[in-house]
């Protein structure tokens, strides 16, 4: 099976866990929460969810109420928060962790956002990539990751897409070279440049 393949293997399973936890409904009850991240580009390697909420007024309270309701299936392990509303996230940060039939754990990374954060925001690159991303450049990005984690690097995935998208980087080799010579300062808001 190759990468691709076992990419919507994966994919399938975040959408059946969404739907187990029931978490697009307990959330739209807080405000409007949007699949981000690799399950939002069908590019998840590990077993990551991202999701961005946008409410009027973010708080921590409102986000216990939808981890309280996860937390009753068994599968659910892990739950935590932190506050970022005074740092550069401006938002506050939930993670569930969930244990799969084949005890393979699941992070689920949610963050509570304002409806005018100043960005950037995850939610403003899943259309614009998602346009210009091709079953080649999505082999790239996936092998990248993929010798990312052999190497126990740790990159954000959005510096191997802007690799790929916008400078054609093809291999882990160069993009580690790309990487180190383009090194990024605090939060991007890369998008693609081919729109």
Not at 16 to 32: F, P, Q
Not at 137 to 161: G, M, P
């Amino acid at each position: 099976m190759n990468s691709l393949q076992q990419a919507n293997e994966k994919l399938i399973e975040a959408n059946l866990i969404l739907n187990e936890l029931d978490l697009l409904n307990l959330w739209s009850v807080v405000g409007e929460p949007v699949l981000v991240g690799a399950a939002a580009y069908n590019l998840i390697f590990n077993r990551d969810i991202d999701m961005e909420i946008y409410c009027d007024q973010p708080e921590v309270a409102s986000g216990f109420r939808v981890l309280e309701n996860c937390v009753k299936n068994p599968k659910v392990i892990g739950a935590r928060y932190s506050n970022h509303l005074d740092g550069e996230d401006q938002g506050i940060y939930f993670q569930l962790r969930y244990k799969d039939e084949n005890d393979l754990i699941w992070k689920i990374d949610m963050w509570l956002l304002a409806h005018d954060h100043p960005g950037p925001c995850a939610k403003d690159l899943v259309e614009p990539l998602n346009r210009v991303l091709t079953d080649q450049s999505r082999e790239s990005i996936l092998t990248i990751k993929n010798q990312i984690t052999l190497n126990a690097e740790s990159i954000v995935s959005i510096r191997i897409y802007e690799a790929v998208i916008d400078y054609n980087i093809q291999t882990y080799e160069e993009f580690m070279k790309w990487h180190s010579k383009y090194a990024p300062k605090g939060l991007t808001s890369w998008k693609p440049k081919a729109i």
